[in-house]
């Protein structure tokens, strides 16, 4: 009932926040009664209510150009692969600066895993725009689960590390390699998927980067941390997952709802959100435009949360906190075939592994991410790697001014160091993406794309045809 009575009350509170958007414009400068005494303060008060009262949908990227060797270069946002509970979204890259050209060719395929544990993959967007000056980008973009009806199925943990490996696949068929970012909860799977690819003979991505996750979560515990471990698994069963209510296309699906996992990010630092909304009514009042749209834009993506599947959650709970599955070498997944396989982070060989913590994260603790040094035997010394970011917090790793001037040097020298040069699955040196022959003359079957998989796991990927490419620019 719980989920029920949060969306009458939102559908309750929908017209007063809408009345509170337009008293602020109504009281706002040059409007009607913008000159009155305390206007400014009504304005400010009302845009406050609004924002604490309204909505958040799924935020955009919106990443329209980045700057290569000081030039803007076009970015074309389109999903290649649609599955029921995530899509493998491109950020292509057009220009008609044939110098500039000729680089974007040549530059690494990055797969960015983007977290399912609340937020969009949005999320990432400033990782996805610094990586796209050098990269050739896509990621993951997870779905929100109550949009995804009853007949698709349920989600489970393995079925991720499944979608992961299914991306992998795709990318090396369509480029002869790539190399794998995980942010945060992803590591884990991440980690997973290129195990059981190695154990298989898979061909393996050049190299993978492992951000703040908690590959081993016994190290430097965190509140988060604690809550799942402190926890039985039948008390988060019990008291985080409801049915989603009639009115959306997976009525009837358990979840754990995003207006609980956003409540549980509040309640970690109270304190701090009650100041941040107080200065931004203050700065409403100051007129500091600057900082009311650097609270809005935080904002707008703190508070757009999604379901998630209970089966995939509840599962996480169990394996990453609390029986500690991977690090004690006892995880296994089950494949498209519903096979169980042993998941062997030491069978993984000739992969470039960096891993990435914040010292000051509060999410993952230290140590958690670099326990993937000790599981990952089979990696030469040479091609690991650790880096640990002074003063950076959780966010501050993937995001923010941190991340671009200290760590993303960092990732983008130690992929080009693993680098190799792209292929076709023919191949063929990879050529111009624009002279890709049109969607109808190069649709093919997943059987094709992952030429590499088993029969079984090739069958469950459908890599739809892409869109055709503006005529005017170039692209890569």
């Known amino acids: 009932m719980l989920y029920q009575l949060y969306e009458a009350q939102r559908s309750l509170m929908e017209p007063f926040a809408d009345f509170a958007q337009a008293a602020s414009k109504l009281y706002g400068h040059g409007a009607a009664l913008g000159q009155l005494p305390m206007a400014q303060r009504m304005a400010a008060g009302y845009d406050l209510l609004y924002r604490l009262g309204k909505d958040y949908e799924k935020p955009e990227f919106n990443i329209k150009t980045v700057k290569v060797d000081g030039k803007d270069v076009v970015i074309h946002e389109s999903v290649e692969i649609t599955k ?129 996750g908690p590959i081993d979560a016994r190290k430097s515990p965190t509140a988060v941390n604690n809550l799942a471990m402190n926890k039985s698994f039948e008390w988060f069963e019990n008291n985080v997952i409801y049915r989603v209510p009639d009115g959306f296309p997976g009525a009837g699906r358990r979840v754990y709802p995003g207006f609980l996992q956003h409540t549980g990010f509040v309640a970690m630092n109270p304190d701090r959100h009650a100041t941040s909304h107080y200065d931004y009514f203050k ?23 999604l379901d998630m599947d209970a089966d995939y959650y509840l599962e996480t709970i169990k394996t990453v906190f609390q029986k500690f599955d991977l690090v004690n070498g006892t995880w296994q997944v089950k494949n498209a075939d519903g096979v169980l396989e042993a998941v062997r982070p030491q069978d993984i060989h000739s992969v470039g592994l960096l891993t990435v913590e914040g010292e000051l994260d509060d999410i993952s603790g230290s140590g958690q991410t670099q326990a993937a040094q000790d599981l990952c035997t089979g990696i030469p010394a040479k091609d690991k790697k650790h880096f640990e970011v002074a003063g950076a917090g959780h966010y501050g790793i993937f995001s923010g001014r941190r991340w671009r001037e200290q760590v993303y040097p960092v990732v983008t020298a130690f992929i080009a160091a693993h680098d190799k040069p792209q292929t076709r699955a023919d191949h063929s040196i990879l050529a111009a993406e624009d002279s890709i022959p049109a969607p109808s003359a190069r649709k093919r079957s997943t059987a094709v794309a992952t030429r590499t998989a088993t029969a079984a796991v090739a069958a469950k990927t459908a890599a739809p045809a892409r869109k055709t490419a503006p005529r005017a620019r170039k692209s890569a």
């Not at 002869?176 to 970012?181: E, P, Q, R």
Request: proline fraction near 6%; glycine fraction near 4%; aromatic fraction near 10%.
């Open 84 to 212: 029921p509970f995530c899509q493998l979204r491109r950020f292509k890259r057009f220009t008609d600066e044939p110098h500039i050209l000729q680089t974007l060719k040549s530059e690494p395929v990055v797969l960015i895993v983007a977290p399912l544990s609340g937020h969009y993959a949005t999320l990432l967007r400033d990782t996805v725009r610094t990586m796209l000056q050098g990269h050739k980008v896509y990621i993951t973009d997870w779905t929100n689960a109550r949009l995804v009806p009853l007949s698709e199925g349920e989600f489970h943990l393995d079925d991720y590390v499944n979608y992961v490996e299914d991306f992998i696949r795709y990318l090396q068929a369509e480029y002869g390699n790539c190399h794998v970012i995980s942010v945060c909860q992803p590591t884990v799977p991440v980690l997973a998927a290129l195990s059981l690819m190695a154990t298989r003979g898979e061909p393996l991505p050049l190299s993978m980067t492992m951000m703040g």
């Open 283 to 305: 700065n409403l009042i100051k007129g500091d435009d600057a900082s009311t749209e650097a609270h809005r834009t935080f904002y707008d993506e703190y508070n757009a949360v």
